[in-house]
């Protein structure tokens, strides 16, 4: 047994944890002051006020002044990529769009080049540098898509990678499917071949390898049309994944209503979200995902977070780590921006990394708050005055240790 007491604050403790956190509810973070918490194995035993600390455990740790909070979810990420995008970071401050670095052969098309004259192990190497480097900031659990392959055998090794990484760290990881991301330029002339490789040859295999939870579409301009999402949403519903959906970050692009339509677990990015997007929304479980290290990294519009929450939404925050637009796992750093660009309050920002985004990730019913029997996904952080100071020294890194399935972690 491991023992954590002197805890200055316990932060997130729902003795029964909700399915997920709407509207006016995400404004709601209970904590425990000058707290224990035990964990048994792998997982959250209990915990209480210091008068009743049990006295007997195998390991102990003193937090005296210290936070802890249960390990964030970031359900959006990409992080297994070959090499970085700097190059175009440099093309973004000369006043190139997102699109015409797209256009130029850049983009997701660069880093499909890339990770194509990559080796499997070499890939594995540098994407578990970016698994270790995140959980050191107090990532828990974390959600990986392909998509940078874009042919049937660069997918399906992606998603081996993705495999490999669930078997060899401590991290609880969910794999997607994300062979629409882009158009190759090879199909650039016959859109509809790359689609009938998508559904005919790519999703078959990746299933029979039982290589993804999830399936993704990247429906927005530029990218895949509603009608194309459509089938290939349909087609891996037959198969047996559930969708997660890149929608509406560069327009209104109906990503929203088709995600909602083929009950997909999350819809991201979300820039462009009005009443009837909202409306849509409201009549759903499915889960509004918002990246705003993308929005602050590309300088685009923001997504109408305050808005969403006071029409009764949920809202899950997640990273969006790639080479491209969000070269970042901080997810402390993504909370500062949704609290200062999306005029999200600590609170809610906390919920929607935790709760929110466990659900985001399929992940609700063992991850994403204190509860026992839990899976004991943890960080300890330095010590600090209140829960608010995280998201406002957004650039310190406050997390001390982190406790992954029951274990302390080496930094």
Not at 89 to 111: P, Q, T, W
Not at 119 to 130: G, K, M, T, V, W
Not at 362 to 371: C, E, F, L, M
Request: aromatic share 8%.
């Amino acid at each position: 047994m491991l023992l954590i007491k002197n805890i200055k604050q316990l932060i997130q403790v729902r003795p029964e944890a909700p399915l997920m956190l709407r509207g006016k509810e995400m404004a709601e973070l209970p904590m425990l002051d000058n707290a224990w918490l035990l964990i048994e194995n792998d997982v959250i035993h209990s915990f209480g006020h210091m008068e009743n600390c049990p006295e007997n455990a195998d390991e102990v740790i003193d937090a005296t002044g210290k936070l802890v909070f249960p390990s964030w979810c970031d359900s959006h990420t990409h992080i297994v990529y070959a090499g970085s995008r700097e190059s175009e970071f440099v093309d973004k401050i000369h006043g190139l769009s997102y699109e015409e670095i797209a256009r130029r052969g850049g983009g997701i098309l660069n880093s499909a080049k890339r990770l194509q004259a990559c080796s499997e192990d070499e890939l594995y190497n540098q994407a578990l540098l970016r698994a270790n480097e995140i959980a050191t900031f107090g990532t828990g659990a974390v959600e990986i898509k392909s998509g940078y392959g874009l042919t049937v055998q660069d997918e399906l090794k992606m998603l081996r990678v993705i495999k490999r990484l669930r078997e060899t760290t401590q991290l609880t990881i969910r794999a997607t499917f994300l062979g629409a991301h882009a158009i190759p330029i090879e199909y650039k002339e016959n859109r509809a071949a790359y689609i009938d490789l998508i559904v005919d040859e790519m999703l078959p295999k990746v299933v029979a390898e039982g290589l993804a939870d999830f399936v993704d579409v990247f429906c927005d301009k530029g990218f895949f049309t509603v009608d194309e999402t459509d089938r290939i949403l349909s087609e891996a519903k037959k198969l047996g994944l559930q969708a997660k959906i890149h929608a509406n970050e560069l327009d209104y692009s109906g990503g929203i209503q088709v995600g909602v339509k083929h009950d997909a677990l999350s819809v991201d990015h979300l820039e462009y979200t009005g009443n009837e997007e909202m409306e849509v929304l409201l009549n759903s479980n499915t889960m509004p995902t918002l990246l705003p290290s993308t929005a602050f990294f590309l300088r685009i519009k923001q997504p109408p977070a305050r808005e969403m929450m006071q029409a009764g939404l949920p809202i899950a925050l997640a990273s969006d780590y790639n080479p491209g637009s969000s070269p970042s796992g901080k997810m402390s750093f993504v909370l500062s921006l949704a609290c200062i660009n999306l005029r999200m309050t600590p609170e809610e920002a906390i919920n929607a990394a935790t709760i929110n985004s466990a659900y985001a990730m399929g992940i609700h019913a063992s991850h994403g708050s204190i509860t026992p029997g839990k899976i004991a996904n943890l960080f300890i952080t330095q010590e600090m005055s209140s829960y608010a100071f995280l998201p406002y020294a957004f650039g310190s890194n406050l997390v001390e240790s982190t406790i992954l399935k029951g274990k302390v972690q080496n930094h």
